[in-house]
T-cell receptor
C-alpha cells in the first residue's frame, strides 16, 4: 500500500463547475499538507498548504484536512480552462525532510 | 526574487552513461532537495542537501549522488544509467531542512532525462 493514495483521474468538467480532488494517507505523523499544480512538462507550483486539521481558503481554492479520517481535499470553484493541469497532494511530518506525494490527478476544464 | 532554475531542460543519454544535472536554489534558500518523477507518477524523494551536507536520502541506489556548493546550488549525478532512470528530475529549494511553513519547498521546472 502506498503511503499517499490519489485517484489519477482523469477528471473532465465544464467551465464554471466545482472541481473536487482528494487524497488519503496512512502515516498518522503527517502534519503539513500541500497541494501543488503541475502544468504539462513543468515543475510543480505550490497552491495551498495547511497545518494539521481544518480548512483554508484562498480565492477560488479551498483546502480541507481531516486528520481523523486521514483524508485531505482541494476544491476549485468557478473552474476555468486555465485550471487544466495535474494536481498533486503532498504531505510531511513535523521533523520530516522530504515530501511524500500522491500520484496526481489530471484535470481538464472544458470551455 | 529569482526562482529555482535547472539545467539542462532536456537530455538524452544511453544506458551505462553518466549524467550531471544542475540546480540553482531560490534566493535566500539554503536547502535543496531532489526528486524523480516518472511519467504519470508523483515525485519521489531522492535526497536533500543542507549547508553542503547530505541531510537525508530516499530509497535510491548509491549510483545517485549529489553535491551542494557554498552558494547553495546543487548537482545530481547518476552513474551507470538504466532505462528506468528516464524521468523528470525536479529540484526544490527551501529556507531550511525541517518541516514548517517557512520550510515549504519550491520547485524548479525540471530536467527531462531520456535513457535509450
Amino acid at each position: 500500500q502506498k503511503e499517499v493514495e490519489q485517484d489519477p483521474g482523469p477528471l473532465s468538467v465544464p467551465e464554471g463547475a466545482i472541481v473536487s480532488l482528494n487524497c488519503t494517507y496512512s502515516n498518522s505523523a503527517f502534519q503539513y499538507f500541500m497541494w501543488y499544480r503541475q502544468y504539462s512538462r513543468k515543475g510543480p507550483e505550490l497552491l495551498m498548504y495547511t497545518y494539521s486539521s481544518g480548512n483554508k481558503e484562498d480565492g477560488r481554492f479551498t483546502a480541507q484536512v481531516d486528520k481523523s479520517s486521514k483524508y485531505i481535499s482541494l476544491f476549485i470553484r468557478d473552474s476555468q480552462p486555465s485550471d487544466s493541469a495535474t494536481y498533486l497532494c503532498a504531505m510531511k511530518g513535523t521533523n520530516d525532510y522530504k515530501l511524500s506525494f500522491g500520484a496526481g490527478t489530471t484535470v481538464t476544464v472544458r470551455a | 526574487e529569482t526562482g529555482v532554475t535547472q539545467s539542462p531542460t532536456h537530455l538524452i543519454k544511453t544506458r551505462g552513461q553518466q549524467v550531471t544535472l544542475r540546480c540553482s536554489s531560490q534566493s535566500g534558500h539554503n536547502t535543496v532537495s531532489w526528486y524523480q518523477q516518472a511519467l504519470g507518477q508523483g515525485p519521489q524523494f531522492i535526497f536533500q542537501y543542507y549547508r553542503e551536507e547530505e541531510n537525508g536520502r530516499g530509497n535510491f541506489p548509491p549510483r545517485f549522488s549529489g553535491l551542494q556548493f557554498p552558494n547553495y546550488s546543487s548537482e545530481l549525478n547518476v552513474n551507470a544509467l538504466e532505462l528506468d532512470d528516464s524521468a523528470l528530475y525536479l529540484c526544490a529549494s527551501s529556507l531550511g531542512p525541517v518541516s514548517g511553513i517557512r520550510e515549504t519547498q519550491y520547485f524548479g521546472p525540471g530536467t527531462r532525462l531520456l535513457v535509450l
